[in-house]
T-cell receptor
Framework: KNEVEQSPQNLTAQEGEFITINCSYS?????LHWLQQHPGGGIVSLFM???GKKKHGRLIATINIQEKHSSLHITASHPRDSAVYIC??????????????FGRGTQLTVWP | DAGVIQSPRHEVTEMGQEVTLRCKPI?????LFWYRQTMMRGLELLIY????????DSGMPEDRFSAKMPNASFSTLKIQPSEPRDSAVYFC???????????FGAGTRLSVL
């Protein structure tokens, strides 16, 4: 079983729709990352959070430490948001201290 | 700042050859990470360094893989001998400290024939 599970695997939306991508994890963490990978392959770090909520433009990331769950929301989605969104958690225990575990990613396609 | 710089961007080699991937982290960042991405397994952490010292190399698949960070501005990932199953995109990333957001390089796409 993967330590980090994302859902959905694939998501298709119409421009302007509100998008939610979910991430659940099973290990103790010190932080959670949301990454964006564009079709060309480049990876951009969107957020790193350990509690609460962060907002950057149309992107909002939330985390619930007790429930071991995080969500990434995109408001007023646009075709340029089309990318793979990857959740990664930073493990905080024992010999794996500092190790990142990755979800398999969510492929988002936004149609005009 | 030019960001994290990786070279080469693409590498095609034959099975059995030695492959060396290079990474220049962002100046001032003291943590450096090597990742591998494949269709089958997604993104995986191979090894990371903090202040040039390897902290966790448990992700390195086998002895054919080795990584060094001789100074704060340069790291290498070496595969010797390479095998077709090593074909993947290898990313290098750096961060100011463990637990902070990372900046990723553009990746090296490796094809081992």
């Amino acid at each position: 079983k993967n330590e980090v599970e994302q859902s959905p695997q694939n998501l298709t939306a119409q421009e302007g729709e509100f998008i939610t991508i979910n991430c659940s994890y099973s290990v103790g963490i010190s932080a959670l990352h949301w990454l964006q990978q564009h079709p060309g392959g480049g990876i951009v770090s969107l957020f790193m959070l350990s509690s609460g909520k962060k907002k950057h433009g149309r992107l909002i990331a939330t985390i619930n430490i007790q429930e071991k769950h995080s969500s990434l929301h995109i408001t007023a989605s646009h075709p340029r948001d089309s990318a793979v969104y990857i959740c990664a958690v930073l493990h905080d225990r024992g010999s794996t201290l500092g190790r990142l575990y990755f979800g398999r990613g969510t492929q988002l396609t936004v149609w005009p | 700042d030019a960001g994290v710089i990786q070279s080469p961007r693409h590498e095609v080699t034959e099975m059995g050859q030695e492959v060396t991937l290079r990474c220049k982290p962002i100046s001032g960042h003291n943590s450096l990470f090597w990742y591998r991405q494949t269709m089958m397994r997604g993104l995986e952490l191979l090894i990371y360094f903090n202040n040039n010292v390897p902290i966790d190399d448990s992700g390195m698949p086998e002895d054919r893989f080795s990584a060094k960070m001789p100074n704060a501005s340069f790291s290498t990932l070496k595969i010797q001998p390479s095998e077709p199953r090593d074909s993947a995109v290898y990313f290098c990333a750096s961060s100011l400290a463990e637990g902070t957001g990372s900046a990723f390089g553009a990746g090296t796409r490796l094809s081992v024939l």
